[in-house]
């Protein structure tokens, strides 16, 4: 008996089963990729120097690499503060030793209640400035303060005019009158102050000269309280005022006016229980005077003073 084979049934079902075995092919491909750990790479030290890493010019994806600081643990300390005591210039200083920053005189120790004396130079005007007394107690300011200043050196810094002639001269407040080593009259705080600053701006020095005038009395006892000495116009041995002569200021026209006999003075310290003040006087050298006294003259001529900060 012959058996009829349909050939396109044959074909059909070969064609289904190549199909079937592709795709059981693919998915057994993709379940295996699913399933299987990733491949490991190998991962090649770099080498470090000094805390920093050594990148290649670019990594497997072709990015450069910025180099990265290692990050360095450093102990941590905390930082123990000791004060430092800020020396405090005296005449005994080295000489050509420059004091600097804003040093404060320390008062002197005192055993007598409601005395203060401060530590100062004295130095005598005479006789190389007969005149010269504004000179004369700015060295001893200085001096104080640990500089070499001289009472000649000031006096040759100091802006000078001739003495007023037939009614005309120059202002006090501007410059000295006459001559400290010979005839003159003398000059205010402003020209002192001015004198003495362009001296300590020679020495490198922070410290300045301050014109106090005008302060109240009371505030004297402040600035020696704070170890200040000061510069201050009086008379000659504090006597009363004698006379008072007048010229008219040739540079602006105004009347000058000039109490007789001036005199200034290193205003050192006080005693409360005695009534008096100290100071440095050129004329006299240490002496003490009423201080009811001192305050109606250093008022009459103009409550002038000076003093370092």
Not at 67 to 96: A, K, L, Q, Y
Request: hydrophobic share 35%.
């Amino acid at each position: 008996m012959r058996v009829r084979v349909n050939k396109k049934r044959l074909i059909t079902a070969a064609l289904a089963l190549i199909l079937l075995a592709a795709a059981v092919y693919f998915v057994v491909r993709l379940v295996s990729g699913l399933f299987s750990a990733p491949p490991t790479a190998t991962v090649t030290p770099k080498p470090t120097v000094s805390g920093y890493v050594i990148p290649d010019r670019t990594n497997s994806g072709g990015v450069v690499v910025t180099p990265i600081r290692t990050p360095e643990t450093t102990p941590v300390s905390t930082p123990v503060f000791t004060p430092v005591r800020t020396p405090v210039p005296t005449p005994d200083s080295t000489p050509g030793q420059t004091p600097t920053g804003h040093p404060t005189p320390t008062p002197t120790a005192t055993a007598k209640p409601g005395r203060l004396q401060l530590t100062a130079p004295v130095i005598l005007q005479d006789p190389e400035l007969p005149t010269g007394c504004e000179a004369t107690s700015a060295a001893m300011l200085l001096q104080k303060y640990g500089f070499t200043a001289t009472k000649k050196e000031i006096a040759d810094r100091l802006p000078k005019k001739n003495m007023d002639q037939d009614g005309y001269g120059f202002d006090p407040d501007k410059y000295f009158i006459g001559n400290p080593y010979g005839s003159g009259r003398g000059c205010f705080a402003d020209v002192l102050m001015r004198t003495i600053n362009s001296y300590l701006t020679t020495q490198g020095s922070m410290i300045l000269a301050y014109n106090a005038t005008g302060v109240p009395f009371s505030y004297l006892d402040v600035l020696l309280e704070q170890g200040r000495p000061v510069v201050v116009w009086a008379t000659m041995g504090m006597s009363n005022i004698t006379e008072t002569v007048s010229w008219i200021d040739q540079e602006t026209g105004k009347e000058i006016e000039w109490k007789r006999p001036e005199h200034c003075l290193l205003l050192i310290g006080y005693d409360k229980a005695a009534g008096t003040y100290i100071f440095n006087d050129p004329q006299k050298g240490l002496t003490e005077y009423p201080a009811a006294q001192f305050k109606k003259i250093w008022e009459a001529m103009g409550s002038r003073a000076l003093y370092l900060k």
